[in-house]
């Protein structure tokens, strides 16, 4: 599912990031890589505060729909 379909505050793995090279770049910059541990602070209207390493980051909600995560934090499948 999309970042921003995901519901807040359940620990989330992110299991691939879309989009061109740049953008995977920038999002990598920022801590969010293939099977880092995210959870979802608050929403609103598509946008995202998310917890990711330690760090709270808002994210727009063209930059969070780049981002597909599971539920939980086991292995993904």
Same mark, same amino acid.
């Given at each position: 599912?999309l970042? =921003?379909?995901?519901?807040? $505050?359940?620990?989330? !793995?992110?299991?691939? +990031?879309?989009?061109?090279d740049?953008v995977?770049?920038r999002?990598?910059?920022? $801590?969010? =890589?293939?099977?880092?541990?995210v959870?979802i602070?608050?929403?609103w209207?598509g946008?995202? +505060?998310?917890?990711? !390493?330690d760090?709270?980051i808002a994210?727009?909600?063209t930059?969070?729909n !780049?981002?597909?995560?599971?539920?939980?934090? $086991?292995?993904i499948?």
């Amino acid at each position: 599912m999309l970042l =921003t379909t995901a519901p807040a $505050g359940k620990e989330l !793995r992110i299991y691939k +990031i879309i989009g061109k090279d740049d953008v995977r770049s920038r999002l990598s910059d920022m $801590g969010f =890589t293939e099977g880092s541990c995210v959870q979802i602070i608050n929403e609103w209207k598509g946008n995202v +505060i998310v917890c990711i !390493r330690d760090a709270r980051i808002a994210l727009d909600k063209t930059w969070a729909n !780049r981002i597909m995560v599971c539920e939980g934090k $086991g292995e993904i499948e």
